[in-house]
């Protein structure tokens, strides 16, 4: 049995910080080994395979983010930027084909309905529903007043 995986799926500049401070954490009392994933959903009229930077620009700020977020523990990662058109698959076939035993993600858009319908967004519930593995979704506390 191999070192534990970790994997800690980050989508926007918004919630970079909170996602890799709950993940440094978990995959050092986890002893894991830590990823971090970047998925850019490129539309049907992009070839997936476009030599364009604007394309991948925002998610490697992202990842630069993340990685800078990560120095501020003793926690070493790796990055990875992906170009897919389905985030949810993808998210799901990068955690299957590296053996991630924990995945973290978040979902930053509550709702004041039912519980079910705030964690549960498009991606997210794809997530949950598909992955070989135990995810946590963060959900942001509400705004105090």
């Known amino acids: 049995m191999g070192k534990a995986k970790v994997m800690v799926a980050v989508r926007d500049a918004i919630s970079v910080e909170s996602l890799m401070t709950l993940a440094c954490q978990l995959s050092q009392g986890m002893n894991a080994d830590l990823a971090v994933l970047h998925v850019v959903d490129v539309p049907l009229a992009t070839p997936l395979d476009a030599e364009d930077e604007a394309i991948d620009h ?35 076939g990068v955690a299957r084909e590296r053996g991630v035993d924990l995945l973290v993600m978040g979902h930053h858009k509550p709702h004041p309905h039912a519980l079910s319908e705030t964690l549960l967004g498009g991606i997210v519930r794809y997530v949950v529903h598909h992955a070989p593995c135990r995810v946590i979704v963060q959900i942001p506390a509400p705004e105090q007043k």
């Open 58 to 92: 925002a998610g490697k700020e992202i990842l630069a983010h993340a990685q800078r977020v990560a120095k501020n523990f003793p926690c070493p990662i790796s990055a990875e930027l992906l170009r897919a058109r389905e985030v949810g698959e993808a998210i799901v």
